[in-house]
């Protein structure tokens, strides 16, 4: 789906229902959407110093707020220990993540130099968005990915609410459902429960189950061997035809492990894809009750400030220059309605 269709829908809903009764909530996944721009923009301000990932970070957020008129911004990090209940059952996920470069630009001369930079201009991000009407939160031992799904859930109220998640991991595609769509930065394009269908053939709640046997080698989780995207379908073909769970495909494979090797991989390692799936699964969140009761409390009660006076400031003096055109319209049309 493109901006133009996406306006359509959203207009559609409009003269349905009426626009004071419509909540559309923008969740971004702000690690993503920083190392995007971080790994994007060779930008140097003109003392030397990289400002592709800051300033390319609200570039971003001001496209996504114009695009999607929300009611509601919240921008959603990875909390300290984030992965620690997820190694918990899979040692190796995420495991030799940050080990590499991920830019060849002169202004870094080592990994070390490029971690510093990346590290300054998040805590410089935090400080700006402190001046924004938007809620910014990240829970100790939690993946934004848990904060997300679990916000996506309570977030919507009426049958015409809107959520539009932005990141460009695939995870997000499990919560597709009538109120929640995600968009992909990488790819440009928003997902609704059509657009999704039409892509992998198949509804968007057997998407864990899609990446349950196929494995995530981003995040260093091993799927079934032999089996690949073309082959899946075919083996499966049940998860194009409704609605499956874990067990589903366990009674699939019992019925057919003497039909291929793939379905009695399936069964001989049941134990470790059980765990695929539940390090996988958003429906399956790794919130501890105390931090649900937070966010519960957070949606209602949310303390904004708008404050572009102190936004213009910081700006200044990390001279981010013409990185964004016009930048008091900029701060006006994108936040001040938020407030």
Request: with cysteine.
């Amino acid at each position: 789906m493109n901006k133009k269709e996406l306006l359509e829908l959203l207009n559609n809903k409009e003269e349905a229902r009426g626009v004071s009764e419509n909540r559309r909530v923008l969740l971004l996944d702000g690690l993503n959407l920083f190392f995007r721009n971080f790994a994007m923009l060779n930008m140097v301000n003109p003392d030397g110093v990289h400002i592709g990932g800051l300033g390319g970070f609200f570039r971003s957020l001001g496209a996504m707020i114009k695009q999607t008129n929300p009611t509601e911004v919240y921008v959603v990090f990875d909390g300290v220990n984030s992965t620690i209940n997820r190694k918990n059952l899979i040692p190796e996920y995420k495991s030799g993540r940050n080990l590499q470069r991920i830019t060849q630009w002169e202004a870094f001369e080592n990994l070390d130099q490029e971690d510093d930079s990346k590290i300054d201009q998040l805590v410089r991000i935090i400080q700006y968005l402190k001046t924004l009407p938007v809620t910014t939160l990240s829970l100790d031992k939690s993946e934004a990915d848990d904060i997300i799904a679990y916000l996506s859930k309570i977030l919507p109220k009426k049958k015409t609410d809107q959520v539009f998640i932005v990141s460009s991991d695939k995870d997000f595609l499990q919560l597709i459902s009538e109120n929640v769509m995600v968009y992909r930065p990488i790819e440009k394009k928003y997902y609704t429960q059509q657009v999704f269908k039409d892509k992998f053939n198949i509804p968007p709640e057997n998407f864990i189950l899609y990446k349950t046997l196929l494995g995530d080698s981003s995040d260093k989780i091993k799927g079934v061997k032999g089996l690949g995207e073309k082959g899946l379908l075919k083996k499966f073909p049940e998860l194009k035809e409704k609605i499956l769970t874990f067990d589903d495909i366990l009674d699939i494979c019992e019925a057919k492990f003497k039909d291929h090797l793939v379905y009695a991989r399936v069964i001989q390692g049941v134990s470790d894809l059980e765990k695929n799936y539940k390090v996988m699964d958003l429906s399956n969140l790794m919130i501890g009750k105390e931090d649900k009761e937070y966010l519960n409390k957070l949606v209602i009660s949310r303390e904004l400030n708008y404050l572009p006076k102190q936004f213009m400031e910081l700006y200044e003096q990390d001279k981010l220059g013409g990185m964004i055109r016009n930048l008091e319209y900029w701060l006006e049309e994108n936040f001040k309605n938020l407030k």
